[in-house]
Structure formats: structure tokens, C-alpha cells
């Protein structure tokens, strides 16, 4: 792994704003350099160009491709946080049993994403507290 000052976070969401602003969060709390990319297929070319040490993973409804992105992340060695709006243990469960090394919620606090984002790099699992309340 990189020093932690030259760690490379790819945020993948299909809002640019929303990707924009954890790039601030993530950038302001000193995690690491974030690239950016708004589905599937730009996720994995810019796994293969940049080589990222952890990507944020949001899960869209209805479709599966954020679990197959998780699924080919893992595959390339990729430690994947998701970061979702859903709190469902279906959606959990789902994102773990594709590989996912943590879940986190987007309603956790700046520092607590920054946190998690840490925690998996070194090599963590983690499930924020509202994720894990599903799961009793």
C-alpha cells in the first residue's frame, strides 16, 4: 500500500455533486487523492489507470451493477466501502456477499466516513452503526 498521503480513493456515484463533496470531506480530512467516476464502466477503466488503494461505492436501486462493480473491484484486489442511502439489511448483506469490506450509511457524520474510509484501507471490515441495526 501507498504512504498515507499518496493513497488514491475512487468515488463512485452517479450524482457529480454528491461525489464532489465526500471528495472535499475525504480531500479536508487528510485520507488520500479522490478520482471520481459516475458508473460502472468509467469506475473500472479508472481502476486500471490509476490503481486505486480503496473505492467508495454507492449502491444504486434497481440495478445490480454496483454489486457486479463491488464483485470485479474485489477481483483486482480493490478494498470497496460502500457508501449508500440504504440502510436495509438486504442491501448489506447483498453488498458484503459481493465483497464489500465495509458499509457505511451517507447520513453518518464527515469525520465518521473519513473514519471508515481509514479503518478499510488498513485493512478493516466495517458496518457503521445505522447499517448494522438491520442486521440484529
Known amino acids: 500500500m501507498r504512504a498515507r498521503e499518496s493513497r488514491r480513493i475512487l468515488l463512485v456515484d452517479d450524482h457529480a455533486a454528491l461525489r464532489h463533496g465526500l471528495a472535499l470531506v475525504?480531500?479536508?480530512?487528510?485520507?488520500?487523492?479522490?478520482?471520481?467516476a459516475g458508473g460502472r464502466e468509467e469506475a473500472l477503466g479508472a481502476a486500471s489507470s490509476e490503481r486505486p488503494d480503496l473505492a467508495l461505492v454507492d449502491l444504486s436501486p434497481g440495478t445490480d451493477d454496483a454489486l457486479e462493480l463491488v464483485a470485479d473491484l474485489r477481483a483486482r484486489n480493490i478494498p470497496?466501502?460502500?457508501?449508500?442511502?440504504?440502510e436495509d439489511a438486504v442491501y448489506v448483506r447483498?453488498?458484503?456477499?459481493?465483497?464489500?469490506?465495509?458499509?457505511?450509511?451517507?447520513?453518518?457524520?464527515p469525520r465518521d466516513l473519513a473514519r471508515a474510509v481509514r479503518d478499510v484501507m488498513e485493512g478493516w471490515m466495517l458496518i457503521s452503526p445505522r447499517a448494522a441495526e438491520g442486521l440484529r
Do not use: D, F, Q
Open 94 to 109: 447483498r453488498a458484503l456477499a459481493a465483497g464489500a469490506r465495509g458499509y457505511i450509511t451517507k447520513r453518518e457524520a
Open 80 to 86: 470497496v466501502l460502500v457508501c449508500s442511502m440504504h
Open 26 to 36: 475525504l480531500t479536508e480530512e487528510g485520507v488520500g487523492e479522490c478520482r471520481e
